[in-house]
């Protein structure tokens, strides 16, 4: 049972364009969302959150985005940098349970 | 601030031997995370520790699979017997948060287990 969904498995973008990564939920008590950026033989390293009281939050170059209605979660990276290029992998949790993470996708940037 | 510290990075094993990881969370973190992230997947909670109990290990195969947390800080997690698809790479996590509160968790570098 995928509660949390990443369905792409990979991105390729141009340098300096906009990332976009979505992920879709199926769980309704889930009321906490994380991203977090992966690189190759290094532990996750957590990027962004948002409450579910919240439709969006920005750090930076990165923002998060929450449609409870559909479900739907999207981080956005503008403008996309070479070092970006990692696994994003988006993660859930319901009144601060353990984290539920999708399968992750691999985000490539290319200069 | 020193990060979530895990030992050993790798380790290659023959099925049915015994194998332990290690995790030290970042200081005064008082809930710990064992992860299971086996290829192609995203991480997979094995157990959740908050200070020295067991939170959550519904998904812990208990007939193999071991964890302590014996003085609430640093924390091993063993397979006895191993299996092959014990094979995957195993992280460690930790949060300020006390169990029910949602909060960041913060992740080690993972020990990657190989079993022949």
């Known amino acids: 049972d995928q509660q949390v969904k990443q369905n792409s498995p990979s991105l390729s973008v141009q340098e300096g364009r906009i990332s976009i990564l979505n992920c879709d939920y199926t769980n309704s008590m889930f009321d906490y969302f994380l991203w977090y950026k992966k690189y190759p033989a290094e532990g996750p390293t957590f990027l962004i959150s948002?409450?579910?009281?919240?439709d969006k939050n920005e750090d930076g170059r990165f923002t998060v985005f929450l449609n409870k209605s559909a479900k739907h979660l999207s981080l956005h990276i503008v403008p996309s940098q070479p070092g970006d290029s990692a696994v994003y992998f988006c993660a859930a949790s319901a009144y601060g349970n353990k984290l539920v993470f999708g399968a992750g996708t691999i985000l490539r940037v290319k200069s | 601030e020193a990060g979530v510290a895990q030992s050993p990075r790798y380790k290659i094993i023959e099925k049915r031997q015994s194998v332990a990881f290690w995790c030290n969370p970042i200081?005064?973190?008082?809930?710990l995370y064992w992860y299971q992230q086996i290829l192609g997947q995203g991480p997979k909670l094995l157990i959740q520790?908050?200070?020295?109990?067991?939170?959550?290990d519904s998904q812990l195969p208990k007939d193999r699979f071991s964890a302590e947390r014996l003085k609430g800080v640093d924390s091993t997690l063993k397979i006895q017997p191993a299996k092959l698809e014990d094979s995957a790479v195993y992280l460690c996590a930790s949060s300020f948060g006390l169990a029910g509160v949602a909060d960041t968790q913060y992740f080690g570098p993972g020990t990657r287990l190989t079993v022949l």
């Open positions: 200081s005064g973190h008082a809930t």
């Open positions: 520790f908050q200070n020295n109990g067991v939170v959550d």
């Open positions: 948002i409450s579910s009281i919240k």
